[in-house]
């Protein structure tokens, strides 16, 4: 039994799977944006008349939840790169195996008196 290059095997790859991801990625990070958006303009008439203990725990707690917001929505657009990133690369490496193996086969050719090829 003979060893198969390593470029015989197909790379799998969806053109419309990666940009559904990078769709849906993108929205939910425009949705969260606009969420935080709203969220830091309302802040002012949210605790306008608003006195206590859940005040000062709003006022504590809601730095730290616009900061991870803004981080979330960096992760979503990062990750929306990383799927298109990858497809590329598939993509990529699916046309360098195909350029091997019809190499390959060309070089498998035996050319034989008489103009004809033999595998």
């Given at each position: 039994?003979?060893?198969?290059?390593?470029?015989?095997?197909?790379?799998?790859?969806?053109?419309?799977?990666?940009?559904?991801?990078?769709?849906?990625?993108?929205?939910?990070?425009?949705?969260l944006s606009d969420a935080l958006a709203?969220?830091?303009?309302?802040?002012?008439v949210v605790v306008e008349d608003w006195?206590?203990?859940?005040?000062?725990?709003?006022?504590?707690?809601?730095?730290?939840?616009?900061?991870?917001?803004?981080?979330?929505?960096?992760?979503?657009?990062?990750?929306?790169?990383?799927?298109?990133?990858?497809?590329?690369?598939?993509?990529?490496?699916?046309?360098?195996?195909?350029?091997?193996?019809?190499?390959?086969?060309?070089?498998?050719?035996?050319?034989?008196?008489?103009?004809?090829?033999?595998?």
């Amino acid at each position: 039994m003979t060893d198969r290059p390593w470029y015989v095997e197909g790379v799998v790859y969806d053109h419309d799977t990666a940009d559904d991801a990078v769709h849906g990625l993108a929205h939910a990070a425009i949705g969260l944006s606009d969420a935080l958006a709203l969220l830091e303009a309302d802040i002012p008439v949210v605790v306008e008349d608003w006195e206590g203990k859940a005040r000062l725990v709003f006022d504590e707690q809601v730095p730290g939840v616009l900061e991870a917001g803004h981080q979330l929505v960096a992760a979503l657009l990062t990750a929306g790169s990383s799927v298109m990133a990858s497809y590329e690369s598939a993509y990529q490496e699916a046309q360098l195996r195909e350029e091997l193996r019809a190499a390959s086969e060309a070089s498998d050719r035996v050319p034989v008196p008489g103009g004809r090829t033999v595998a």
